[in-house]
């Protein structure tokens, strides 16, 4: 199938606070602004930083003013500091210029010291041809028949599916059923199934769930009541606790010291057998099957698609399980950081190795179908960088879209643009 890139960026103004504004302290306040209008820049092109630090006192603050740059798309210069006297209800105006380097992202973050009012800090990032993003694969010789035998491994466990109605959550257009099956290693997971009352078969999607998340029903809504609905919850998410528990919400630390225990081997094994359901389904038309997920849901999108030739449609909104060696340099998480020092066994080597066989980057080559994906530029917990890094390795058709000011979440306008794309893709009739 030809690659079609489709590049698309939206700025939706007042829905969230963008990241170059000010952060309010006692004392003083930094406003930080850019030169980038719009996120996107030119390899070469220069972005100039401009921070205004404000004293809002009548007495003089002595203060401390740092830049930083984070990114793994090229070496990172060193940091700058000055030193600032600010008068009384004065603002001082310090400048910052960093080159793109490279094609990639790149971040700066600007902070702020006084000896009275602690730090404050402001970052903003920006790209170049993000579509050109590539991380090295960290793929062990055993990758392929690893999930090979996983997949054998679920594939002799009986699903067993139960399908019982729900009269009470249904309405005029859909009814509703809490679906249960078993899944790799025996455990049972649940989701709950909406089916248009109109004559099928229809077209259907999995939607699969963020950390520690519920997916429930959706209820009433013209975007998919012509659609069958799956909201799947994988093991130890939701009404899938009986055998996983749903807390501590640590689960990618749990079994992380063997590839074969690791949680997320089971969970992806648990979305493949929601595709058996739905696969099951004489209501579905098995040439229209779409999995759709956030965060860690668009980790289980990318993996789902990957590890299933029968999902036609897979969108990945900013996923979790992207490129963990470079994930770990631009973000800190001082869990993970506790569970390996908890063991003399353990090592970010061993880590990042038992990792591999569920980074999505390795796995992504695989999906020969229709892709889409949003990201927030400013996302700290799933930076863009590691996203693209798996999405610029699907094989398939596939498109992106990028918000300038948002975060880890999109809102509900990038709703709407994935279930028009997805309607779209299964010849479904457009509606608001």
């Not at 309405?171 to 089916?195: A, C, P, Q």
């Not at 506790?338 to 990792?355: G, H, V, Y």
């Not at 948002?406 to 306008?413: E, I, P, Q, S, T």
Request: proline share 5%.
């Amino acid at each position: 199938m030809s690659r079609m890139i489709t590049i698309c960026l939206i700025v939706i103004a007042g829905l969230i606070a963008p990241p170059c504004v000010s952060a309010q302290r006692p004392e003083i306040t930094l406003t930080l602004s850019s030169s980038d209008e719009k996120g996107f820049v030119k390899l070469g092109d220069e972005v100039t930083f401009t921070a205004a630090v404000m004293n809002s006192t009548d007495q003089p603050v002595m203060a401390t003013l740092k830049w930083s740059v984070h990114t793994v798309a090229f070496a990172v210069p060193e940091s700058r500091s000055a030193e600032l006297r600010i008068g009384p209800s004065a603002t001082e105006t310090l400048t910052y210029v960093l080159p793109m380097a490279a094609v990639g992202f790149a971040e700066v973050e600007c902070s702020v010291t006084s000896a009275d009012d602690g730090t404050v800090s402001q970052r903003h990032r920006f790209m170049a041809a993000p579509e050109k993003v590539r991380s090295e694969l960290t793929k062990e010789s055993d990758f392929d028949s690893f999930w090979k035998d996983s997949l054998a491994e679920l594939k002799a466990v009986d699903p067993a599916f139960e399908v019982a109605p729900q009269p009470d959550r249904g309405n005029d257009k859909t009814d509703v059923f809490e679906v249960t099956m078993r899944s790799h290693g025996d455990i049972h997971v649940r989701g709950w199934l909406e089916v248009p009352k109109s004559a099928g078969p229809h077209a259907a999607v999995i939607r699969v769930p963020g950390y520690g998340a519920n997916m429930k029903p959706l209820g009433e809504g013209s975007n998919w009541n012509d659609m069958v609905v799956f909201s799947f919850n994988p093991r130890g998410h939701g009404n899938s606790v009986d055998e996983v528990p749903g807390t501590p919400e640590d689960y990618w630390i749990r079994g992380l010291d063997d590839k074969s225990t690791y949680y997320y081997r089971g969970a992806y094994l648990d979305c493949v057998r929601a595709v058996d359901f739905i696969a099951s389904r004489t209501d579905v038309d098995q040439k229209r099957i779409g999995v759709w997920g956030g965060s860690q849901g668009g980790g289980f999108a990318f993996a789902t698609a990957a590890l299933d030739s029968r999902i036609d449609f897979c969108a990945a909104d900013i996923p979790f399980m992207c490129d963990w060696v470079n994930y770990f340099k631009l973000t800190v998480w001082p869990e993970m950081d506790k569970w390996i020092a908890d063991s003399d066994t353990r090592s970010w080597e061993s880590t990042l190795r038992t990792l591999s066989y569920f980074d999505t980057m390795n796995m992504t080559d695989r999906i020969k179908c229709r892709t889409v994906m949003g990201v927030g530029l400013q996302d700290a917990v799933c930076p863009p960088s590691t996203s693209f890094a798996a999405y610029n390795r699907v094989a398939g058709q596939n498109s992106f879209i990028v918000y300038k000011d948002k975060g880890h979440g999109l809102g509900a306008a990038h709703w709407r643009w994935v279930w028009q794309k997805m309607r779209d893709k299964f010849n479904l009739p457009t509606t608001e």
